[in-house]
């Protein structure tokens, strides 16, 4: 006994640690990695281990808490925190429809009242509390912890169909009234179609893309996401209405978008039936469900049940499973991309899930292929989970045709026909043959001449040609192609080949985060190249930094350190960043031209201290470009402290003994507005 209570303390730890991880994933970084029903699984069973072993229940169990959406101390804070009146609790919630008839008995249980439920849609989006005073809405709160959240009032006042001041004033004027903000599918669609289109991250899915919208920093910026809001709870109105629906239809009539999907029961029943045709029509709604929700219909009854530290026992939510549907694989591709990564595509049937034609999905690995047992012809299960992509989770094998081949993992690059290996604890395969896989060299000159790296004008088609014609073999060789070679091309024209050139000059302007970027160094994206970049300020400190070196920096793990010295301990890398040296483009932060945007910060000094939301050189590279100065020390003639969280106290000191003005990065982005 005793053993299996410590393998269990084990379990017990380490889904906490996941659960918690998960969470900060969803609210925090809007970037979920497993579905909802991955996530409630371990949440019940740590649930279920908590009830059965009180011993093993820690204080700070993510059984206990709400999810948080607010950044943690060592990011930066944007909005102001504000106190909930009441808790914004969460919801218990099941995937089974027995437990709604659980739910009624317990109801019944602690109550001697006759009961009624409301029965509503559980909208897909990010909670929100508005709070109205004499009328008026004076301030809009997200969950956040659940007993704190951030002031994004003026955000809110964004978003379409929130009454600003209520017409009718005989009804409640001092309330508090909840809800959920959310995005259509057709504004999701239209968000991601034009993030693809500027090469920025897309949303996994509507929730985030809602959420993220409501945290924006500009509130311009979030009026054009076409958000909208249904709310679903109006809080210190006991003494005007009775029940849940007649306080909802009462918000209705003042002007709240209410859901008209509201529906009030007399028995366990009808809920469940009511349910069953959601369930069924939910792929109708111009908008995400992931449930329904019943409550208690009277308050009275309400008090009577009760609530736990994490919800109310008074209401509960069916959630559906993520959407999925069935289709045949019709066939396996093998992508390689420009790391020499080898990923598994499977090619579909095309079939509708959750409002797109979904044509391919990922396998991800062979790992994967094998637990999935997957053969071509197979009648697959497609799933839309956090991730863009939908993936293949099961096979239905009653269907597999007798004949049916394995779908096998080559042992050969599909593309230049090299070995493939395996780096140990990865699951991928590579192809080794960085530097003469065609493949992966137009996938490396395709990625230095994306947005987000170099920012040169020119398409996939061009790359193709002009690798084929030999002009472009390495990323280098950019830099050295000649008006007469461009003329050689298939269509083009003086001005097309001196766009390009103009586009190349350019982007030797680019700062060095994007040009480290734009290496393709295995590992470092847009953001860890900003990291190494904010702590080794040159090439040449990186690359003389030893492993050791590069995982002192916060963040930084050994899979990025090692790629990072396996990179720069390769010769021909090494010769392309000196022909990349000797065209001109940035290789410290101190070489970057920055280019002036505005006058708005003439004349006035800055000292920037403590961690903001963007890196410190940025801001100050922000600073230069609207033509102010950066100083380090506070005297008596700087104009302004930007102080960031974890700044020094005495620099703070100092400030404001010298009577120097202090602004949040807030406030800093208001004045360059
Ligand atoms: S009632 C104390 N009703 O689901 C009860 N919540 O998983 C508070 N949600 O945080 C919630 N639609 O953001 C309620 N019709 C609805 C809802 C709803 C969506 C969200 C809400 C809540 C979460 C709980």
Redesign the pocket.
């Known amino acids: 006994m005793k053993g299996s209570i410590s393998k269990l303390r084990e379990r017990a730890s380490w889904l906490r640690e996941e659960i918690n991880r998960h969470n900060r994933a969803y609210y925090v970084f809007n970037k979920p990695v497993v579905s909802d029903f991955e996530f409630d699984l371990l949440l019940h069973e740590l649930q279920a281990i908590e009830s059965k072993y009180p011993q093993l229940v820690t204080s700070d169990s993510p059984t206990r808490r709400?999810g948080s959406d607010l950044k943690n101390e060592s990011q930066s804070r944007e909005f102001e925190r504000v106190p909930h009146k009441t808790p914004?609790?969460?919801?218990s919630?099941t995937y089974n429809k027995n437990e709604l008839f659980a739910f009624d008995q317990r109801v019944r249980k602690a109550t001697s009242n006759s009961i009624s439920y409301t029965c509503?849609?559980?909208?897909?989006?990010?909670?929100i509390s508005l709070i109205y005073e004499n009328a008026k809405l004076i301030k809009a709160v997200t969950?956040g912890d659940g007993s704190i959240g951030d002031d994004v009032t003026s955000n809110v006042r964004q978003i379409k169909g929130i009454p600003l001041e209520l017409s009718d004033k005989k009804g409640p004027t001092d309330f508090e009234i909840?809800?959920?903000i959310y995005m259509s599918w057709e504004s999701f669609d239209k968000l991601n179609h034009k993030r693809a289109e500027k090469e920025e991250p897309l949303f996994a899915n509507p929730r985030n893309a809602a959420a993220g919208s409501l945290k924006l920093l500009d509130p311009g910026a979030t009026k054009t996401r076409s958000l909208s809001v249904?709310f679903?709870?109006v809080s210190n109105c006991e003494e005007f209405f009775r029940d849940h629906y007649n306080a909802l239809q009462w918000a209705m009539k003042a002007g709240f978008p209410v859901?008209d999907h509201l529906r009030k029961f007399d028995n366990i029943e009808d809920v469940v039936d009511f349910i069953e045709d959601w369930e069924l029509k939910r792929a109708e709604l111009p908008f995400p469900?992931?449930g329904m929700?019943v409550?208690v219909n009277d308050y009275s009854v309400q008090n009577q049940v009760g609530f736990t530290s994490k919800?109310?026992r008074w209401?509960v939510?069916y959630k559906f499973k993520a959407q999925r549907v069935t289709t045949n694989l019709i066939s396996v591709d093998y992508q390689v991309g420009r790391t020499g990564a080898v990923t598994p595509v499977a090619n579909l049937k095309p079939v509708l899930l959750a409002g797109t034609v979904v044509k391919r999905a990922s396998l991800h690995n062979e790992d994967q292929m094998n637990l999935l047992d997957i053969h071509i012809g197979d009648t697959v299960y497609v799933e839309k989970g956090g991730e863009i992509i939908p993936k293949i989770v099961d096979v239905d094998l009653s269907k597999r045709n007798k004949e049916a081949v394995h779908a096998v993992f080559p042992d050969k690059c599909p593309d230049c026909g090299t070995s493939l290996m395996k780096i140990e604890n990865e699951a991928r395969h590579y192809c080794p043959n960085s530097s003469g896989c065609p493949m992966q060299i137009k996938g490396r000159l395709l990625h230095f001449t994306s947005r987000k790296a170099m920012n040169i004008l020119i398409g996939e088609a061009t790359i193709e040609q002009m690798f084929n014609l030999k002009y472009l073999n390495s990323i280098a060789d950019f830099y050295s192609l000649s008006k007469e070679q461009l003329l050689e091309l298939d269509g083009w024209k003086e001005k097309s080949a001196e766009r390009l050139l103009k586009s190349l000059e350019e982007s030797k302007n680019r700062p060095f985060e994007n040009v480290l970027f734009a290496l393709g160094i295995r590992h470092v994206g847009e953001n860890t190249a900003k990291l190494l970049v904010r702590n080794f300020q040159s090439i040449d400190n990186l690359i003389n930094a030893s492993e050791e070196q590069l995982l002192e920096v916060p963040d930084i793990g050994e899979t990025v350190a090692f790629s990072v010295v396996n990179y720069f301990s390769d010769n021909v890398n090494l010769s392309i960043i000196k022909r990349l040296k000797t065209a001109g483009l940035n290789f410290s932060v101190r070489s970057e031209k920055s280019f002036i945007k505005s006058e708005k910060l003439k004349d006035l000094s800055f000292v920037v201290s403590g961690l903001f939301s963007i890196s410190r050189d940025k801001l100050k590279s922000i600073i230069e470009q609207h033509s102010g100065k950066n100083v380090s020390n506070i005297t008596g003639s700087t104009s302004y402290l930007i102080a960031g969280d974890k700044m020094g106290p005495a620099k703070l000191e100092k400030a404001k003994k010298l009577n120097i003005n202090i602004l949040s990065e807030k406030d800093f982005f208001d004045l360059i507005k």
Request: avoid cysteine.
């Open positions: 709400v914004m609790l969460s919801l919630n509503e849609l559980k909208i897909d989006g990010t909670a969950r909840r809800g959920e249904l679903y709870s859901s469900i992931d929700v409550k919800f109310p209401a939510a």
